[in-house]
C-alpha cells in the first residue's frame, strides 16, 4: 500500500516504538499506585518521555501533561477559559475538535478569516478580530486540510498585548515545525502522539503555561484524601490509569526524533510536496498550495466525485482522504464546500516512488 494519509495518523512508525510498546506492555504496571517493581519502572517510563517532551518544548517536565489525544487536550484547554455566551476568537480553519467543544460550551464564536496561504492578510484579521471582550484566542499552527500555515508566534504577541489567553492546536505541526509555547505567548498547546511526533494512537500531549481545569476527575495516586482534584500539574488533569504502553511508545519516537534534523525534514516533504504538486498540476487538477506549507495537499479531479475518487484510489492501493477532513470550517474559508476536497499529506517516511505511482494512478483515474 502507498499510504499517503499521515495527517490522520502516521501509520509507519521508527521500529523503536512498537518495540518500546510491546516491552511496557510486559514490564510495567500502574504508575503511582504502589512500590513493587513493575509500578516504578512505569513510572520511570512515564517520567523519561515527560521529560522528554518538555525538551523537546522548552517547558518544565510538570507542564507536559498526558492525554488520549489532541481532542481531550483541547477540551481541557478550551474548557478552562470558555463559560456560555463567551466571545471567542479562532482562525477560520479549526477542526471540530475546537469548533464542536466550543459549540457545546454555548460560545460565540467568531472565525477570522483570510486567504489562504497569506500570512500577513491572517495577521491583521486576526488584530482586527481580538477585542476586549474576547475569553481566549484559538488558531492550529497548520491546516489539516491546505496545509497553510499560520504566524502563530505573532498572534500569541497580539493576544500577551490585549490580556487575552491564547491556545495553539499543534496537532498538524508538532514534530515537523518547531512548537515553542513561551515564545507565543500560549496558555495552552494541544497536540497528538500518533501524527507528526510518530507515537502511538491513544496518546497526546497537553503543554500548560497556565493551571488547567480538570477534564475528567479520579485517582491520581496522590492526595487520595482531598476530594478536590490536586493542584498540582501535572496530577491535576491526568485522572485514572495512563496509557503506559502508548507512553512508552511515544518515548521511543521522541527519542528517535530528536536524533532527526527537523530542518532537513521539512526540507524534504517540502520537496516531496512540490513533486507531487508540478505532476497534478500538468495533469491540469485544481489543487490548493502556496508559498509557506506542510506536507499536506488538498486536490480534486475534475471527472469524479471526491469520494468516489479516494475509493478508486483506494483500489488501487493508494490511501487518501476524501470530504471535509472534520474541518468544515477550513473548507468555508477555501471556498470548497460542501463536498470537501481529496487529501494527499505525506510524512518522513515517504519515498519519491510512492508518489510516482499515485501520479501514475491519478493519470489513469483522469481518463
Known sequence: MIYLDNAATTLRKPPQVS???RKALRSCANPGRGGHAATVRAEECVYRTR?????CFGLEPEQVCFTGNATDALNIALRTFVKPGD????????????TRTLTGLGAELVPVTAPLFDADRWLEAFSDALTPDSAVCVCLHA?????????VRQIGALCAERSIPFVVDASQSAGLLPVRPAEWKAAFVAMPGHKGLMGPQGTGLLLCREQPEPLRFGGTGSSSLDQNMPAELPDRVEA????????????????W????????????ERMLLAFALRGL???GVQTWSGPDQIGVLSFRLNNLDNEEAATRYANAGIAL?????????????????????????????TEQKELEGFLAVTKRLLK
Open 19 to 21: 518495540d518500546a510498546v
Open 51 to 55: 521529560t522528554l517532551a518538555a525538551e
Open 87 to 98: 466571545r471567542v476568537v479562532l482562525s477560520g480553519l479549526e477542526h471540530n475538535a475546537v
Open 143 to 151: 491546516s489539516n486540510v491546505f496545509g497553510t500555515i499560520l504566524p
Open 240 to 255: 485514572g490509569t495512563l496509557n503506559v504502553p502508548g507512553i512508552a511508545g511515544l518515548g521511543a519516537a521522541l527519542a
Open 257 to 268: 526524533l530528536r536524533q532527526q534534523n527537523p530542518e532537513e525534514l521539512l526540507r524534504r
Open 281 to 283: 498540476r500538468t495533469m
Open 321 to 349: 482522504r476524501a470530504g471535509l477532513h472534520c474541518a468544515p470550517l477550513a473548507h468555508r474559508t477555501g471556498g470548497t464546500l460542501p463536498n470537501g476536497t481529496v487529501r494527499l499529506s505525506l510524512s518522513v517516511f
